[in-house]
């Protein structure tokens, strides 16, 4: 199993709608870092979180990290198509130079 | 803003073959990584380097090689390419010394080998 886990894999929402994505580990998350591809392409800086309950907003997404530094959440509302990619979590858990990722979640969206 | 790139976005080499890929920065950063991206194994860490001439193992280094001699430059070596290399391959830096610090990312190369 991977240190961090992602769900969903993967989502399918109509433009529109609200959804969420959640990055868990059973470690404390020293630093969470968001990203996002875009198909076949390199990673996108989206937002990053390192105190316990922190929340961040760009735009319509805004991530949080739980008290106890061990779970983040991401949060579209009202969606569109130039959200659909696939986002990932990546985190500091060994509170070192390296960063750890989850498997990702695949997001698309109907128009 | 910070520029990462990398040499090739997509490349096509044959079993046997030896394969650079490079990546460049323009933010003086210290720190840089390679990673391959495979469906169902999200990004693994190959090799990185914190400093000119320096280099540790990441995750997956079997079948890798880095090379980084300027700061702002770090190469990914396949000696002998295989087919079970096939992958994206991904380039990234950071600022810090100590402590993770927000990694940017190339564009990747997709590499197929045959």
């Known amino acids: 199993s991977q240190e961090l886990e992602q769900s969903p894999q993967s989502l399918i929402v109509q433009e529109g709608k609200n959804l969420t994505i959640n990055c868990t580990s059973s470690k404390t998350l020293y630093g969470l870092y968001w990203y996002k591809q875009k198909y076949g392409e390199g990673l996108i800086f989206l937002m990053m979180?390192?105190?316990?309950?922190e929340e961040k907003s760009h735009e319509k997404i805004t991530a949080k990290l739980d008290e106890k530094k061990q779970q983040s959440s991401l949060h579209i509302t009202a969606s569109q198509p130039s959200h659909a990619g696939i986002y990932l979590c990546g985190a500091d858990i060994n509170a070192g130079n390296m960063l750890t990722f989850g498997g990702g979640t695949r997001l698309m969206v109907k128009p | 803003d910070v520029k990462v790139t990398q040499s090739s976005r997509y490349l096509v080499k044959r079993t046997g073959e030896k394969v650079f890929l490079e990546c460049v920065q323009d933010?003086?950063?210290?720190?840089m990584f390679w990673y391959r991206q495979d469906p169902g194994l999200g990004l693994r860490l190959i090799y990185f380097s914190y400093d000119v001439k320096m280099k540790e193992k990441g995750d997956i280094p079997e079948g890798y090689s880095v090379s980084r001699e300027k700061k702002e430059r770090f190469s990914l070596i396949l000696e002998s390419a295989s087919t079970n290399q096939t992958s994206m391959y991904l380039c990234?830096?950071?600022?810090?010394?100590?402590?993770?610090?927000?990694?940017?990312f190339g564009p990747g190369t997709r590499l197929t080998v045959l």
């Open positions: 990234a830096s950071s600022l810090a010394s100590a402590g993770a610090d927000t990694q940017y």
């Open positions: 933010m003086d950063h210290e720190n």
């Open positions: 979180l390192q105190k316990g309950g």
